[in-house]
């Protein structure tokens, strides 16, 4: 990789780590960057997990406080995480690699929906934080189904945890927001671990995410609070729709 292109990634990776402790979907700017470097499809996305995921440990650290209490809560829902993200790794990595490929623009623009639609459902999960329950097996089950679509692709799956503990925890949303950063990062580290394993890796891709997401995960639990929402969410959402164009040309 050209001194120019590891700069680019690097500070991708940094924008990526601090964009998934604040608003999630830090994918989104990672991941086309892969792309636009001519990275395939399946390599850029698994090499991108994997980079990620020292990223997401960092933020979920920097959530610590707003974890305490939630310990039964992490293990509950981890346990679906788990499964889930097995389940979306091991379908990424047993279907052709062309059907990967034909969901990329399709998946890009789902998260890109969800990212915008994300300032509509902070206020709708607001609006409910006095009413709900523990959730059951309804919400174990939605946790799963996003683990799934966290091992297979994952951006924005913190969008759809938010949305599924809003309709069934009534809980601070920064409590909420907090288990979703573990949870995800069990997701991305489980398929983190099956790729390792099982396929082949874009090592020096690998390490330069590492380096910035985890410089980005620590500013973005410290100081994400104090950035502009909206701007980030246009930074996503451009480098998004991009990206769904120009793999899908």
């Given amino acids: 990789m ?22 999630g979907s830090g994918t989104l700017i990672t991941f086309p960057t892969l792309l636009a470097f001519g990275v395939p499809p399946v390599l850029a996305n698994v090499s991108n997990t994997i980079g990620l995921v020292p990223g997401v440990l960092t933020a979920a650290y920097g959530y610590r406080r ?16 788990l499964l889930g993200g097995i389940a979306g790794a091991v379908l990424l990595l047993t279907l052709p690699s062309r059907a990967f490929e034909a969901a990329v623009p399709v998946l890009i623009l789902t998260a890109c929906a969800l990212v915008l639609l994300q300032p509509r459902l902070s206020r709708w999960l607001a609006a409910r934080q006095s009413g709900g329950g523990g959730g059951g097996l309804p919400l174990w089950a939605g946790v799963l189904g996003t683990g799934v679509y966290g091992g297979y692709f994952g951006a924005a799956q913190g969008v759809l945890l938010m ?16 288990l979703k950063t573990v949870l995800a990062a069990l997701v991305n580290g489980v398929a983190a671990a099956f790729f390792i394993v099982l396929t082949e890796i874009d090592w020096s891709a690998v390490a330069i995410i590492a380096a910035g997401s985890t410089i980005g995960g620590f500013l973005g639990a410290k100081i994400g609070r104090r950035l502009s929402p909206a701007a980030l969410r246009g930074v996503i959402v451009a480098v998004g729709v991009t990206a769904s164009v120009a793999v899908a040309v």
């Fill in 2 to 23: 050209q001194a120019l292109e590891t700069a680019a990634l690097a500070a991708a990776a940094v924008a990526a780590g601090g964009i998934n402790a604040v608003v």
């Fill in 66 to 81: 707003e974890l305490a209490g939630q310990r039964a809560r992490v293990l509950r829902f981890g346990a679906a995480s």
């Fill in 163 to 178: 949305g599924l503990f809003g309709t069934f925890l009534p809980d601070d949303l920064r409590r909420l927001n907090a």
